[in-house]
């Protein structure tokens, strides 16, 4: 697939919704590839028309939508988004059934004294909207480490998803990925 990272301080708002844009990334569904949606979390309205413009185009909503944990979670404030607007954009995602999402990026936004409950509410929102098998793990790595090791994050994943069934955690950790990306 195909990532092109919009949250640039030079890429404006809107700029993957101009014509040629949405062209490019209807070309991919049609070369069989995905594209991964990487944005500001407070323009996630502008990834949701993208989706509806290229519906044979398979896309992946990347590091949970981009969301800071913090917002989510009602413990901290920011003018990266606010907290009902993400989680109204992710369920907008959700109910498109060619969009997937990246459990990933979050832990890079977390503060020195993180704990796997402070990324649950992230997690478990998407987890929660999106259906079982349209949610795929990863690591975000070497970005992750700007709030924790590897290790640690993988480790705060599988805490937070312990009490989801056996399948469902086998889905997100494994098989998802497997079957959308044609791996074997």
Known sequence: GVRRVLHTPETGKGH??????????????????TY??????????????????????????????????????????????GRDQWMGDMEAFAQRPHVTCKISGIVA????????????????????????ERVIAASDWPVCTLGASLADWFT???????SRSEADQRRLLHDNAIELFGLS
Do not use: K, Y
């Open 36 to 81: 991964d949606i990487c944005m500001r979390p407070n323009e996630l309205a502008d990834g949701i028309e993208l989706v509806d413009r290229c519906p044979g185009t398979r896309f992946i909503v990347d590091h949970c939508g981009n969301a800071d944990p913090a917002i989510v979670a009602g413990t901290g404030a920011g003018d990266s988004h």
């Open 156 to 162: 705060a994943l599988r805490s937070i998803v312990s």
């Open 16 to 33: 993957c919704l101009s014509d040629g844009f949405v062209r490019d990334v209807q070309l991919l569904g049609e070369l069989g590839l």
């Open 109 to 132: 936004r977390v503060s020195d004294s993180w704990s796997a409950n402070d990324l649950a509410p992230t997690i478990n929102h998407c987890l929660d909207v999106f259906d079982s």
